[in-house]
């Protein structure tokens, strides 16, 4: 029998994410093989071996991967460091011919996501940015419903995700702007394009509003921030961001009834309920898995991108606008 090709993933930046959701994920998953890492941090190194079997062979720092172009074994390196490293290392992993999966938030700019998007079409390589939610089934059932409207057109959307963490250390990548910390960034991606896949739409304006209860914590970013997202039909999201309260919900109202996501981005329990009595239960199993075979089979040509790096670079274009709208407290238009 012909067994099924996989494709060869290496992790870039070991921190949180890879360490106890990608890594774990990529072994349930049927297109993928955990086969190589990109560190700049040798002490992990030895226990990342052990526990996947990776051979030396396939070990690299952020100085040595463009190596990765003589390595066959690696098909996609997916970047997973603080966001404001994302272009400097998938322009790296491109170049060397590889794949690119890129953590949410894309990048900084509208002008990086740009780039990012450039140098993987250059080099002739897939690229998808790592919004699991997309990938989710009940999130895709509810994101269908803006096609067969059960409940009448959509008159308002209320989108908010946060955590209430109330703040890391100073030196730690989120509390610092220049590297992409901060709730709208790290946070506001989730409702920003939650409300954009479940009305299938793109904003063409913005409001926000800052809000700080901490200001001796957050010295350099936003802790919780407000906005709105105003559609081409006038339809407007309200919506929500925060790393100091915990909210975490996506409801659609419509002329005749509403459906609802809550939690709307937790790793696991995303439930769908509906004004008509429907409950999808949340999924077995991991996001991250379904996430990474999906990209598989489009890297294998057996199935689209669902989320290409336009995706990301339709957020970060909002995230600049709300920032720039809650700094002046006006309206924005894109
Ligand atoms: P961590 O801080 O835990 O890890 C980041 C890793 O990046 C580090 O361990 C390090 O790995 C590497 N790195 C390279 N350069 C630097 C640097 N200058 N400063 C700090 N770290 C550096 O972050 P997370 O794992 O939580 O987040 C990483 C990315 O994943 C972010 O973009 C985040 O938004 C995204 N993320 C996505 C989630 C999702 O659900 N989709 C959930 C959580 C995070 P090494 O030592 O190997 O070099």
Redesign the pocket.
């Known amino acids: 029998t012909m067994s099924q090709r996989k494709v060869g993933v290496a992790l870039l930046?070991?921190?949180?994410?890879?360490t106890h959701?990608l890594a774990p994920a990529l072994q349930a998953t049927r297109f993928c093989e955990l086969r190589g890492i990109v560190?700049?941090?040798p002490e992990?190194i030895p226990k990342w071996q052990r526990r996947y079997g990776i051979p030396d062979a396939n070990v690299y720092s952020y100085d040595t991967m463009h190596r990765l172009a003589d390595n066959p074994d690696i098909d996609v390196v997916y970047v997973?460091?603080?966001?404001s490293?994302?272009l400097k290392y998938a322009e790296r992993a491109a170049s060397a011919g590889k794949h690119v999966w890129c953590?949410?938030?894309m990048a900084m700019t509208e002008a990086e996501c740009q780039r990012m998007i450039d140098v993987c079409n250059k080099n002739h390589v897939q690229l998808a940015i790592?919004y699991?939610m997309q990938h989710e089934p009940n999130t895709r059932a509810m994101a269908n419903y803006a096609q067969t409207s059960p409940f009448g057109t959509i008159t308002s959307v209320s989108s908010f995700a946060g955590y209430p963490g109330n703040g890391l250390p100073a030196d730690n990548?989120r509390m610092q702007k220049d590297m992409g910390g901060g709730a709208l960034y790290?946070m506001g991606v989730y409702p920003i394009n939650g409300a954009r896949f479940l009305t299938g739409m793109n904003s063409v304006a913005v409001t926000g509003r800052f809000e700080k209860s901490h200001p001796e914590i957050f010295t350099q970013v936003d802790e919780t921030t407000y906005f709105t997202l105003e559609f081409a039909n006038g339809l407007i999201a309200d919506c929500g961001t925060s790393v100091v309260r915990g909210f975490n919900h996506l409801q659609v109202d419509c002329e005749s009834g509403w459906y609802r996501l809550a939690p709307m981005q937790s790793y696991s329990g995303v439930t769908a309920t509906t004004s008509s009595g429907k409950r999808l239960a949340p999924i077995k199993g991991m996001q991250q898995t379904l996430q990474m075979d999906n990209d598989a089979q489009a890297i294998l040509g057996q199935g689209p991108i669902l989320v290409p790096g336009e995706e990301g670079l339709a957020d970060i274009r909002l995230v600049q606008a709300i920032f720039k709208a809650a700094e002046s407290g006006r309206r924005v238009a894109l």
């Open positions: 930046g070991l921190g949180n994410y890879s959701l560190t700049g941090s992990k997973v460091t603080p966001t490293l994302h953590e949410k938030p790592g699991r990548w790290d």
